[in-house]
């Protein structure tokens, strides 16, 4: 994260929040539904820079700065960054982008601009992780949010101990 000093440090909390990639996963009622309507086209990977912006513009301090920007786009590039999109009618209306490495997918941040966009594009990434055969999906944060999808809070040592074993899978984020 971009610190004010104008570093970009990497935070460890601790505890640390991740989501469930097994049925412990929950998708609200509502959502299903909204889901089962097919308002929302997912794309991914196809305006990475445009959901990071968003994401930064999104909320009133952030720490997506103009290093964070060039650094996550750059990882972009190289296939280790990846946004997940709702459009609708057109337009970029929600998601979300993080970071790949085996069978670890941290999280960084989503935005929406539509209700329910960002929901939607989180549901569709945790079905691509589990099809892809990753274990371990880092949030470093949990948020209300995040916590009605099932996402919880473990200790330091457990989310390393956990990191160490998904960095030994290989897992895929190509398409489906």
Known sequence: MAHPDGNIYIYDPDPRAIIPLDDHFHVPRSLRRTIRKGIFEIRVD?????VIEACAADRPTTWINQDFLESYSKLHELGFAHSVESWRDGSLA???YGVAINGLFAGESMFSRVRDASKVALVHLVDRLRQGGFVLLDTQF????LARFGAYEIPREAYQQRLADALKIAATFSPQ
């Open 46 to 50: 196809t305006a990475f820079r445009d």
């Open 142 to 145: 949990i948020t209300p949010h």
């Open 94 to 96: 929600g998601g979300l």
